[in-house]
């Protein structure tokens, strides 16, 4: 069966500081991967998306994904944060039916 | 853009009341979706349709149902509102496998 685990609830980082958000999947075939942010009180916007072809993949708002199988981690990275990138960040798995599998969440803090 | 459109931001609606969730989507998407949000427990699928007049079960599909009978509507229904349903309610278009989906703003419902 399939799922996703996020296994931070909550990260605090400095304006500046770079951030990495941790997702790891199990999914038996090859996955389709998706990370989701959502500022408080609002829906889901798609960051960024993985379907095959570059591991490394880059998205809106200046954030990457690196997909790495051996793992079966898909873990959201950006350089520097900016206060705006606080919110609440979502991982998920798409299985071959388009149900998307979401992870809980990590909350991400952003401190002057 | 695909724009996804809920009808309330806030309900607050008494316990037995029976409750109508509306979403429509304007980018003529065959897949919508209804999902619930809670603190902890990410987001939970509780019905999808893949067409007009379709409806499938998610994995919390107790005390709820769906209604589609136009491609860019998907109603939820709350049978008879109970305090328990008290959530963020998500809906969510998407074309079809690995597009990923649209959300809209969501509707904070709260039962009294």
């Known amino acids: 069966a399939q799922s996703v685990t996020q296994p931070d609830i909550h990260i605090t980082v400095s304006e500046g500081a770079s951030l990495e958000l941790r997702c790891n999947y199990s999914?038996?075939?090859?996955?389709?991967l998706f990370w989701y942010v959502q500022s408080p009180g609002q829906g889901l916007q798609l960051l960024l998306k993985y379907f095959s072809g570059d591991t490394l993949v880059q998205g809106i708002k200046g954030f990457e994904a690196e997909f790495k199988r051996s793992q079966s981690s898909f873990n959201l990275r950006k350089p520097s944060v900016h206060w705006s990138d606080a919110a609440e960040y979502f991982c998920?798995?798409?299985?071959?039916?388009?149900?998307?599998?979401f992870g809980t969440g990590t909350r991400l803090t952003v401190i002057p | 853009d695909v724009k996804v459109t809920q009808s309330s931001r806030y309900l607050v609606k008494r316990t037995g009341e029976k409750v109508f969730l509306e979403c429509v989507q304007d980018m003529d998407h065959e897949n919508m979706f209804w999902y619930r949000q809670d603190p902890g427990l990410g987001l939970r699928l509780i019905y999808f349709?893949?067409?007009?007049?379709?409806?499938e079960k998610g994995d919390i599909p107790e005390g709820y149902s769906v209604s589609r009978e136009k491609k860019e509507r998907f109603s939820l229904i709350l049978e008879s509102a109970s305090t328990n349903q008290t959530s963020m309610y998500l809906c969510?278009?998407?074309?079809?496998?690995?597009?990923?989906?649209?959300f809209g703003s969501g509707t904070r419902l709260t039962v009294v």
């Open positions: 999914y038996g075939a090859t996955p389709y």
């Open positions: 998920a798995v798409e299985t071959g039916a388009n149900n998307l599998f």
């Open positions: 349709s893949y067409d007009v007049k379709m409806k």
């Open positions: 969510a278009s998407s074309p079809g496998h690995g597009y990923g989906y649209t």
